[in-house]
Antibody, heavy 119, light 106 residues
Framework: QLQMQESGPGLVKPSETLSLTCIVS??????????WGWIRQPPGKGLEWIGDIFHSGRTYSNPSLKTRVTMSVDTSSNQFSLRLDSLTAADTALYYC???????????WGPGTLVTVSS | DTQLTQSPSSLSASVGDRVTITCLAS??????LNWYQHKQGEAPKVLIYDASSLETGVPSRFSGAGSGTEFTFTISSLQPEDIATYYC?????????FGPGAKVDI
């Protein structure tokens, strides 16, 4: 059964860059027409879509974050990554990776990783 | 962006009650709407996709209806394990957006 697991630093300083990786196990990231997405939830707030990446490297991202977001995929390691630049306290959130089934529903999720932006 | 509004934002009901949440879209999104259950400390879980299709393994007490701009999500008989926040999400047009959530308590 396919599983996903986020990994990241936990604590990042303002103005620095966040790097998160999602490791996919139990199935190949390269099969099917699925995209692989990032979603976040700030404390006490709702869910926000950050962006999606296909195994070919094609990406879509939220315009509200687009200039700060970079996504990449490593099919040989079966993982994909998110980079978010110029962090502020507003980027403090629980970050999830998820499989975006045919870019319709997010059907499989990682457990999430909490990222705090603080000096 | 496609704005989604949910009502009510929170509700309290009794075990066995019928619970209905509404999601309104800022423009016609056809049936491109999903519903998620998000329990504290867990990842969100998709319950309904394409507005009214039940995800595999999800109990039949959950259902969805609607199209265009108005959608409903119903729990036919509320159970203690249904305590969660429920989100609608549209995938008709980028950027994909979620509603603000509806918290269900018992």
């Amino acid at each position: 059964q396919l599983q996903m697991q986020e990994s990241g630093p936990g604590l990042v300083k303002p103005s620095e860059t966040l790097s998160l990786t999602c490791i996919v196990s139990g199935g190949s990231i390269s099969t099917g027409s699925h995209y692989w997405g990032w979603i976040r939830q700030p404390p006490g707030k709702g869910l926000e879509w950050i962006g999606d990446i296909f195994h070919s490297g094609r990406t879509y991202s939220n315009p509200s974050l687009k200039t700060r977001v970079t996504m990449s995929v490593d099919t040989s390691s079966n993982q994909f990554s998110l980079r978010l630049d110029s962090l502020t306290a507003a980027d403090t959130a629980l970050y999830y990776c998820a499989r975006h089934l045919d870019m319709t529903r997010f059907d499989l999720w990682g457990p999430g990783t909490l990222v705090t932006v603080s000096s | 962006d496609t704005q989604l509004t949910q009502s009510p934002s929170s509700l309290s009901a009794s075990v066995g009650d019928r619970v209905t949440i509404t999601c309104l879209a800022s423009h016609d999104i056809g049936n491109s709407l999903n519903w998620y259950q998000h329990k504290q400390g867990e990842a969100p879980k998709v319950l309904i996709y394409d507005a009214s299709s039940l995800e595999t393994g999800v109990p039949s007490r959950f259902s969805g209806a609607g199209s265009g701009t108005e959608f409903t999500f119903t729990i036919s008989s509320l159970q203690p394990e249904d305590i969660a926040t429920y989100y609608c999400q549209q995938y008709d047009i980028l950027p994909f957006t979620f509603g603000p959530g509806a918290k269900v308590d018992i």
